[in-house]
């Protein structure tokens, strides 16, 4: 089951492209544009986090955390907000949240961080290895690098390191082709198979 996510953001376009990402990294995500319907989400629907901007019309961040965290102590908020004050982020905190995040941000890094939270109510989830040797080489899944005995290093996509932490996990045994398609790309057809394949020329 996916874990659900409010994303609470009044700028449309990151909005959408935030939920895209992470929907695409196996996130069910629903997107409000004001702290008003953001509260009316929350208590209408089943959440594992929430993600709320702070400078939102209607009814502004800490308001809105401050009611989510009345309704569910225990439910897990990150702020993503460009507000960078000492005492913005002090109030983020006192409200309950469990990280406050400036923006800019690294996606990648706010995806792991999320991760990170959500698994630490959940002891039961197993600890993944994200480095491997492959031959000579060094391979870390987390920042998707490839490091050969030179010191030289390689940024991989996100499929290829995907695909790569995926075959380092049947090391010395048989990945079933179908296994990575419906993890990796989610379907098993012709195209997604011939799409792998690409994939495992690259690491090649």
């Known amino acids: 089951m996916k874990n659900r996510i409010l994303l609470v953001e009044d700028e449309k376009n990151f909005g959408a492209v935030l939920k895209d990402y992470l929907s695409l990294n196996d996130f069910s995500v629903t997107l409000c544009e004001d702290g008003v319907a953001g509260l009316q989400a929350f208590m209408n629907g089943e959440f594992d986090l929430c993600i709320v901007d702070v400078m939102m019309p209607k009814k502004d961040g800490f308001s809105l955390v401050n009611e989510i965290k009345e309704l569910n102590k225990t439910i897990p908020v990150v702020f993503l907000t460009a507000r960078a004050m000492r005492d913005d982020v002090l109030k983020g905190y006192k409200t309950g949240a469990d990280d406050y995040i400036i923006k800019p941000f690294d996606t990648e890094v706010l995806l792991y961080k999320i991760k990170v939270i959500l698994n630490r109510g959940n002891p039961s989830v197993p600890i993944v290895n994200t480095l491997h040797t492959i031959g000579n080489m060094r391979f870390d899944s987390k920042l998707r690098t490839l490091v050969y005995p030179d010191a ?53």
């Open 152 to 204: 030289r290093e390689v940024k991989l996509s996100p499929k290829e390191s995907e695909l790569l932490h995926l075959l380092c996990q049947y090391k010395n045994d048989v990945l079933p082709r179908d296994k990575a398609l419906k993890q990796i790309w989610k379907d098993d057809t012709y195209f997604t198979g011939r799409s792998m394949d690409v994939y495992i020329v690259k690491l090649r």
